[in-house]
Protein backbone atom coordinates (compact mmCIF):
# COMPACT_ATOMS: atom_id res chain seq x y z
CA UNK A 1 0.00 0.00 0.00
CA UNK A 2 2.66 2.14 0.75
CA UNK A 3 4.60 1.90 -2.92
CA UNK A 4 1.18 2.69 -3.93
CA UNK A 5 0.98 5.71 -2.94
CA UNK A 6 4.34 6.78 -3.67
CA UNK A 7 3.26 5.49 -6.97
CA UNK A 8 0.83 7.80 -7.17
CA UNK A 9 2.01 10.90 -5.59
CA UNK A 10 5.48 10.54 -7.84
CA UNK A 11 2.62 10.61 -11.00
CA UNK A 12 0.90 13.85 -9.94
CA UNK A 13 4.47 15.41 -9.11
CA UNK A 14 5.48 14.64 -12.75
CA UNK A 15 2.20 15.59 -14.13
CA UNK A 16 2.71 18.67 -12.28
CA UNK A 17 6.10 19.33 -13.59
CA UNK A 18 5.64 18.76 -16.85
CA UNK A 19 3.00 21.24 -16.78
CA UNK A 20 4.55 23.61 -15.33
CA UNK A 21 7.49 23.30 -17.76
CA UNK A 22 5.38 23.60 -20.80
CA UNK A 23 3.97 26.80 -19.50
CA UNK A 24 6.91 28.25 -19.27
CA UNK A 25 8.94 26.82 -22.59
CA UNK A 26 8.35 29.03 -25.43
CA UNK A 27 7.62 32.37 -23.53
CA UNK A 28 10.74 34.85 -24.44
CA UNK A 29 10.82 37.57 -21.98
CA UNK A 30 13.43 40.37 -23.37
CA UNK A 31 14.74 41.10 -20.04
CA UNK A 32 15.21 37.49 -19.16
CA UNK A 33 17.67 37.54 -22.38
CA UNK A 34 21.49 37.05 -22.26
CA UNK A 35 23.27 39.77 -24.32
CA UNK A 36 24.38 37.46 -27.32
CA UNK A 37 20.71 36.61 -27.88
CA UNK A 38 18.69 40.03 -27.44
CA UNK A 39 19.41 41.56 -30.96
CA UNK A 40 16.71 40.72 -33.23
CA UNK A 41 14.30 38.86 -30.99
CA UNK A 42 11.01 39.39 -30.28
CA UNK A 43 9.03 38.38 -26.91
CA UNK A 44 5.84 36.10 -26.09
CA UNK A 45 4.11 39.50 -26.38
CA UNK A 46 5.37 40.26 -30.40
CA UNK A 47 8.03 43.36 -28.71
CA UNK A 48 11.32 43.37 -30.23
CA UNK A 49 14.02 42.91 -27.83
CA UNK A 50 16.78 45.81 -27.53
CA UNK A 51 20.33 45.41 -26.20
CA UNK A 52 21.31 48.42 -23.84
CA UNK A 53 24.71 49.60 -22.71
CA UNK A 54 25.03 50.75 -19.65
CA UNK A 55 28.27 52.10 -17.81
CA UNK A 56 28.95 51.13 -13.50
CA UNK A 57 30.29 53.41 -11.57
CA UNK A 58 33.31 51.39 -11.51
CA UNK A 59 33.88 52.17 -15.26
CA UNK A 60 32.63 48.67 -16.20
CA UNK A 61 30.72 48.32 -19.29
CA UNK A 62 27.14 46.19 -18.45
CA UNK A 63 24.46 45.18 -21.07
CA UNK A 64 20.82 44.79 -20.42
CA UNK A 65 18.07 43.38 -22.91
CA UNK A 66 14.95 45.51 -22.66
CA UNK A 67 11.91 45.42 -23.97
CA UNK A 68 10.88 47.84 -26.82
CA UNK A 69 7.62 49.21 -27.70
CA UNK A 70 8.02 47.95 -31.56
CA UNK A 71 5.78 45.21 -32.57
CA UNK A 72 6.71 42.57 -34.46
CA UNK A 73 4.31 41.51 -37.67
CA UNK A 74 3.02 38.34 -37.03
CA UNK A 75 5.99 37.08 -34.98
CA UNK A 76 6.41 36.32 -31.46
CA UNK A 77 8.55 33.84 -29.09
CA UNK A 78 11.70 34.78 -31.43
CA UNK A 79 15.27 34.69 -31.64
CA UNK A 80 17.15 35.65 -34.73
CA UNK A 81 19.33 32.65 -35.79
CA UNK A 82 22.81 33.03 -36.06
CA UNK A 83 22.68 32.17 -39.53
CA UNK A 84 20.56 35.04 -40.36
CA UNK A 85 22.42 37.19 -38.25
CA UNK A 86 25.30 36.78 -40.32
CA UNK A 87 23.31 36.81 -43.76
CA UNK A 88 21.90 39.75 -43.31
CA UNK A 89 25.35 41.56 -41.94
CA UNK A 90 24.23 41.85 -38.72
CA UNK A 91 25.84 41.91 -35.32
CA UNK A 92 24.51 40.33 -31.87
CA UNK A 93 26.06 43.03 -30.19
CA UNK A 94 23.86 45.72 -32.26
CA UNK A 95 23.11 48.30 -29.66
CA UNK A 96 19.35 49.97 -30.43
CA UNK A 97 17.45 49.96 -33.53
CA UNK A 98 17.96 52.60 -35.95
CA UNK A 99 17.66 53.34 -39.75
CA UNK A 100 20.91 54.55 -39.85
CA UNK A 101 22.15 51.13 -41.69
CA UNK A 102 20.50 51.85 -44.15
CA UNK A 103 22.63 54.58 -45.91
CA UNK A 104 25.33 52.42 -45.95
CA UNK A 105 26.07 50.40 -49.00
CA UNK A 106 27.66 47.22 -47.24
CA UNK A 107 24.79 46.38 -45.36
CA UNK A 108 21.95 47.40 -47.94
CA UNK A 109 23.38 44.49 -50.65
CA UNK A 110 23.45 42.21 -47.57
CA UNK A 111 19.73 42.95 -46.38
CA UNK A 112 18.53 42.44 -50.06
CA UNK A 113 20.59 39.51 -50.97
CA UNK A 114 18.53 36.42 -51.58
CA UNK A 115 20.19 34.61 -48.13
CA UNK A 116 19.01 37.18 -45.88
CA UNK A 117 15.67 39.09 -48.48
CA UNK A 118 14.24 35.38 -48.87
CA UNK A 119 15.23 33.38 -45.27
CA UNK A 120 15.31 35.90 -42.81
CA UNK A 121 11.66 37.30 -42.92
CA UNK A 122 12.07 38.65 -39.16
CA UNK A 123 15.30 40.74 -39.84
CA UNK A 124 13.12 41.87 -43.58
CA UNK A 125 10.15 43.02 -41.22
CA UNK A 126 11.89 45.19 -38.82
CA UNK A 127 13.74 47.12 -41.65
CA UNK A 128 10.75 47.14 -44.04
CA UNK A 129 9.10 49.21 -41.02
CA UNK A 130 12.23 51.52 -40.44
CA UNK A 131 12.19 51.98 -44.18
CA UNK A 132 9.14 52.93 -44.12
CA UNK A 133 9.79 55.20 -41.75
CA UNK A 134 11.65 57.50 -43.20
CA UNK A 135 9.32 57.61 -46.43
CA UNK A 136 11.83 54.61 -48.64
CA UNK A 137 9.51 51.13 -50.06
CA UNK A 138 12.32 48.66 -48.96
CA UNK A 139 11.80 46.42 -52.13
CA UNK A 140 12.43 49.30 -54.57
CA UNK A 141 15.21 50.58 -51.98
CA UNK A 142 16.58 46.55 -52.85
CA UNK A 143 15.84 46.96 -56.77
CA UNK A 144 18.94 50.22 -56.55
CA UNK A 145 20.79 48.90 -54.78
CA UNK A 146 24.02 48.28 -55.30
CA UNK A 147 27.05 50.23 -55.85
CA UNK A 148 24.85 53.48 -55.99
CA UNK A 149 22.61 52.67 -52.57
CA UNK A 150 22.95 55.52 -50.83
CA UNK A 151 22.44 57.78 -54.00
CA UNK A 152 19.47 55.54 -54.22
CA UNK A 153 18.17 55.91 -51.04
CA UNK A 154 18.78 59.32 -51.36
CA UNK A 155 16.67 59.38 -54.77
CA UNK A 156 13.85 57.10 -53.20
CA UNK A 157 13.42 59.45 -50.42
CA UNK A 158 13.38 62.76 -52.29
CA UNK A 159 10.65 61.17 -55.17
CA UNK A 160 8.14 60.31 -52.37
CA UNK A 161 5.39 61.83 -51.66
CA UNK A 162 5.20 64.40 -49.13
CA UNK A 163 2.24 65.12 -47.18
CA UNK A 164 1.29 69.25 -48.08
CA UNK A 165 1.97 71.77 -45.36
CA UNK A 166 -0.78 73.95 -43.83
CA UNK A 167 -3.06 75.47 -46.36
CA UNK A 168 -1.82 79.11 -47.00
CA UNK A 169 -2.51 81.31 -50.22
CA UNK A 170 0.99 83.25 -50.71
CA UNK A 171 1.03 86.43 -52.92
CA UNK A 172 4.54 86.52 -54.70
CA UNK A 173 5.68 89.58 -56.59
CA UNK A 174 3.97 89.14 -60.17
CA UNK A 175 2.73 86.02 -60.00
CA UNK A 176 -0.74 83.75 -58.76
CA UNK A 177 -1.23 82.32 -55.85
CA UNK A 178 0.17 79.03 -54.72
CA UNK A 179 -2.98 76.79 -53.84
CA UNK A 180 -2.20 73.82 -51.96
CA UNK A 181 -2.55 69.86 -53.40
CA UNK A 182 -4.72 66.73 -52.09
CA UNK A 183 -2.82 63.75 -51.91
CA UNK A 184 -4.13 60.32 -51.16
CA UNK A 185 -1.60 58.15 -49.54
CA UNK A 186 -2.06 54.74 -49.01
CA UNK A 187 0.25 52.62 -46.68
CA UNK A 188 2.52 50.27 -47.99
CA UNK A 189 2.64 46.66 -46.97
CA UNK A 190 5.02 44.54 -45.81
CA UNK A 191 6.31 41.95 -47.68
CA UNK A 192 4.72 38.38 -47.05
CA UNK A 193 6.72 35.31 -46.06
CA UNK A 194 5.72 31.45 -45.36
CA UNK A 195 5.30 30.93 -41.55
CA UNK A 196 8.50 29.61 -40.12
Known amino acids: MASNFSLRTLMIFALAFSLALQGTLG ?6 LKHDT ?4 VSSAGKRCVLEKHVKRSGEEAYTCKTSEIDADKLKDHIETNECIKACGLERKCLGISSDSLLESRFTQKLCSPQ ?3 N ?5 DLYF ?7 VFL ?20 SGIVAPGPVHSVQFEASAP ?11 AAPSFPPY
Open 27 to 32: AIECED
Open 38 to 41: CSFA
Open 116 to 118: CYQ
Open 120 to 124: CPNVV
Open 129 to 135: NLAAGEG
Open 139 to 158: PKLCEVQGANARRGMAELRS
Open 178 to 188: INPVEFTIEPA
